[in-house]
Structures are given as C-alpha cells and as structure tokens.
C-alpha cells in the first residue's frame, strides 16, 4: 500500500452509518468520511435536523441519506440497517455518536435521569451495533468507530451517569474487538476533548451562571486547560474515524483514541 496515494479517496466506495449526525460532531465526522469518498447514512432522532445534513452534504458533492434513528430503540436500529442495505447494498462503518451529557450531583440524580444516559450513551451503542454485527461477519469486514470521551478516561464530579457510560463504550469496544477479529471486522472508540457543539454550549451557560461570568469568559476559561490551547473541532474527530476506518489503521483495533489536544495529560 502506498500512503500518500491511499489517503485522498481512502475510503472510497464504503457506506457508513454515522448516528445523531444532524448535528454537531456527529455532523463533522459524516463530513470528513464524505471528503474521504465514503457515502454516509446520516441518522438521527430529529429526521428534521438528518434531512437538513443531507442537504448541505449536497452541496458539498457528498452522497448521503437521511435516516429516523432512535439509538436506545433496538426495532429502529434493524430498520435503519435495512434501509442503508436496500439504498446501498452494504454497511463498511458504524460509527456510534449519538449521546447526550448533563451535570448533576449523585444524590440528586433521578432514576429517569440515571437511565436516560445509560440508555442513550451506553445501551444506545449495544443495541445499534447488534443491529449491524451481523452484516459484518456475513461481509466478512467492517468497521464499528464508537465516540467515548475525556470522560471515558478519568472521572469527572457530577458526571457519574455520563462517566459510567463513556467508560462503558471503551470496554464494550475492546470486547466486541475480541469477539469479531476473526471475521477481520475492527472496533475502535475515539475520545474527544472539547468540541463546541450544542452540547457544550448548555455546559457553558451553567458555567458563566455559577461563576458570574460571560459565556465567553467561561469559554476562555475551558480554554485555559487544554496544552495545546485550542478547542477540538468535529472535523478533528472525523479525522481520527476516517484514520481507524481506513486500510491505514489494518492492524489497529480494540484501541481508544483521544482527540483532545492533551487535555487528559494536564
Ligand atoms: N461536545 C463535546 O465536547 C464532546 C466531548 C466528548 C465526547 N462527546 C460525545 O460526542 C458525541 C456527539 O456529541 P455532540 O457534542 O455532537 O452532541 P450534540 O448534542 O451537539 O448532538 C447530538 C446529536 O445526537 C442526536 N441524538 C440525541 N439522542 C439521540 C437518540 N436517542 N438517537 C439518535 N440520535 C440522538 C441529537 O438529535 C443530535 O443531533 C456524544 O456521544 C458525546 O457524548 C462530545
């Protein structure tokens, strides 16, 4: 394999599933596999916000359909696998990015909110990826990229429910890695740092409102923590998917990749 002749179109000619990619860095990944010539079923629980995303991908000359996917939903994840096989007769990659995030301290931790995160982050991952495992092995070669987080690597205070499942994700993907290595299919987590997405932008208000500061300030202040000083970007994630999906990272699975600017070594 020459590299540099590889990278441009290196995943040319896959179809990838890229979950609660309306939006956000879900968003940014289906981009980058596009770029890189993977057509992407861009699924998510807002068919409103996965239509849009096609349509931008559009006209940026990327092929993708759009798919209403509920990850914590095991009847919606045959059906989202049945419509990308009818559309596009395989599936190469999963990438597992829908999830949700929230800070609250254990002991006011509601039940429905204990479970709403293991479900979206932690069952929402088991179940869309059992509804893909299958063609996989029948393939005989696949790719299932999941996004864990910083907070998949160490904990973080009012964020057991978020914590458990980020970790979760990383153990799941090193045991499915064992499970599937003899039918060549690869399971990969990627760890992002701090990406501005709608996600972050609800962390920032809470910030600014309990340390009596703009929201830019507080931004400046999550800044502050990252080495290389720069926020991660959903394009930088993408990246890191497009690399683990590639023929370029054959011999790499099982594996947790952080795209954080060093932010965990600080
Ligand atoms: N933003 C960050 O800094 C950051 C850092 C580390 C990890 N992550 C992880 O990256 C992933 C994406 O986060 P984001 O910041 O883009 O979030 P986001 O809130 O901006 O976007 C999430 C998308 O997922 C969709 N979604 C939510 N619940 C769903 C469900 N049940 N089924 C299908 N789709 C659903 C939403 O509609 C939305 O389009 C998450 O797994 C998150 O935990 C984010």
Same mark, same amino acid.
């Given at each position: 394999m020459n590299a540099r002749r590889e990278m441009g179109s290196m995943l040319e000619g896959q179809i990838a599933i890229v979950t609660g990619s309306g939006e956000g860095i879900g968003a940014g990944i289906a981009t980058t596999l596009g770029e890189f010539g993977a057509k992407v079923a861009i699924t998510d629980i807002d068919l409103s916000r996965a239509q849009r995303r096609v349509e931008i991908l559009a006209s940026q000359g990327i092929e993708s359909m759009a798919v209403q996917h509920d990850v914590t939903d095991g009847e919606s994840g045959k059906r989202l696998v049945q419509q990308v096989l009818s559309a596009y007769g395989r599936v190469d990659l999963l990438v597992n990015n829908a999830g949700i995030s929230g800070r609250v301290p254990l002991e006011e931790m509601s039940d429905q909110v204990w479970d709403s995160m293991i479900g979206v982050n932690l069952t929402g991952v088991q179940r869309t990826s059992r509804a893909v495992v299958? %063609? /996989?092995k029948e393939q005989r070669g696949g790719n299932i990229v999941s996004i864990s987080s910083v907070a998949g690597r160490s904990g973080k =205070? @009012? /964020?057991t429910h978020y914590c458990s499942t980020k970790f979760g994700v990383i153990g799941f993907s090193q045991s499915l =890695?064992?499970?599937? =290595?003899?039918f060549d %299919?690869? %399971? @990969?987590s990627v760890c992002p740092g701090i990406v501005r997405t709608q996600m972050w932008e609800v962390e920032l208000g809470e910030i600014s409102e309990a340390k009596g500061i703009s929201i830019e300030e507080a931004w400046e202040m999550v800044l502050s923590g990252i080495p290389l000083h720069r926020s991660q970007l959903p394009e930088d994630i993408g990246a890191a998917v497009a690399f683990l999906a590639s023929p370029l990272a054959k011999n790499i699975t099982g594996q947790a990749l952080n795209v954080? &600017? &060093?932010f965990e070594l600080s």
């Open positions: 299958p %063609v /996989m =205070a @009012n /964020m =890695a064992l499970e599937l =290595a003899s %299919v690869r %399971v @990969n954080d &600017g &060093g």
